[in-house]
């Protein structure tokens, strides 16, 4: 009986041992896997015919800690792969005509995003793309009840507490941008948008904004300073409405749209950045379309959203960006620009360095794998001592047990730790 009573106690003492020590594994293991999400979005385009898997992407996207993903479809491939990664989604439709119906929208959302619920986490159905900047007049007609038919489909499904309803515009929508106080929407396209801000006011959603400082760059390299559209050190230029000084294009163009709602009578709205961005590479004509350009202007953009940044308007509303794009895509049809706005090439290689964790993440030639540099080795080498303090519990444990029945005790050898070790490598391989 005393016997049984010791080996029970024992055994009981070391269950309660390894149930600490695996939980602070855990948690180490835990935080060591994760780092502070970034507080940009990207988004994920797929019009080539190279690119990896989305579990492929997956895995870079987490490694790189980004967070939120614009999606211009619904594909059910991409959603399933990031299914309990916590990261975000924005995902599109832009068959208008079907999604003014209101049975045809509900069955959209009750296929396309309920499903993926809560697993993957989307946030918001862009309904269109520049619609309004368009030429198609039965389309700017059906935007917004393409958007209140998804949204009534939301309500129907019980989705409209965590899924909201937008449309992205191009800025050309503006037929005044500077200064920004004087910021004002097209006359011809009033007609639709008051109304739609209407809509955004009820449901609370945001507008989205597509904004391009490249674009003004390229259309007249002699007047438009490059600092000033790269975030880079100049003057600056005064608001003289509003004294507010602007030292970039990209603010001045968000805070011109604030303008331009405001004299439409909203000053409830949200403007997020749903897309920006810089081509590393495009035709002669275009000027200033290099792989240099393109990492000063994303860089320093990626480091501003880093710190919080307001606009000159707005100080303590963060600006919000999704930066294009994730990768060069080789079908996208128009200028050579087009093709290569993307921070990475489809193998996985960084386009340029942008300063931030994906230049940790560079692939090597031979093995195209992704690894990264930034996971803190303490965590390691607090995992692995951990480990140790198993193994030398164990070893106790043992010789406890074989002195209390008597038997002769054997030394056990554990094998050295082998320099590769696989389960703290933190690598996501390319298939």
Known sequence: MELCAVFFSSAFSLLLLLLLLLSAANDVVVSAATSPPLKFGINYGQIANNLPHPTQVSGLLQSLSVNRVKLYDADPAVLAAFAGTGVEFIVGNEDLHNLTDARKARAWVAQHVQPFLPATRITCVTVGNEVLSGKDTAAMQSLLPAMQSVHQALLDLGLAGRVNVSTAHSVNILATSYPPSAGAFRE????????????????????????????????????????????????????????????????????????????????????????????????????????????????????????????????????????????????????????????????????????????????????????????????????????????????????????????????????????????????????
């Open 188 to 431: 011809d396209l009033a007609q639709y948008i008051q109304p739609l801000l209407n809509f955004h006011a009820e449901v609370g959603s945001p507008f989205l904004v597509n904004a391009y400082p490249f674009f003004a760059y390229k259309a007249s390299p002699a007047s438009v300073s490059l600092p000033y559209v790269l975030f880079e050190p100049n003057p600056g230029v005064r608001d003289p409405a509003t004294n507010l000084t602007y030292d970039n294009m990209l603010y001045a163009q968000i805070d011109a749209v604030y303008a331009a709602m405001k004299a439409m009578g909203h000053a409830d709205i949200t403007v997020r950045i749903s897309e920006t961005g810089w081509p590393s590479k495009g035709d002669d004509d275009e000027v200033g379309a290099t792989p240099q350009n393109a990492a000063a202007y994303n860089g320093n953009l990626m480091k501003r959203i880093a710190a919080g940044e307001g606009t000159p308007l707005k100080p303590a509303v963060p600006v919000d960006v999704f930066v294009f794009a994730l990768f060069n895509e080789d079908m996208k049809p128009g200028p050579s620009s087009e093709r290569n706005y993307g921070l990475f090439y489809p193998n996985g290689t960084p386009v340029y360095n942008i300063g931030f964790d994906a230049a940790s993440f560079s692939p090597s030639p031979t093995t195209s794998t992704f690894s990264s540099s930034s996971r803190p080795t303490d965590s390691r080498v607090h995992f692995s001592s951990i480990v140790w303090i198993l193994k030398i519990v164990i070893i106790e444990h043992r010789r406890r047990v074989m002195h209390i029945i008597g038997t002769p005790t054997q030394e056990i050898v554990f094998p050295k730790e082998s320099d590769s070790s696989q389960e703290l490598n933190w690598k996501h391989r390319w298939q």
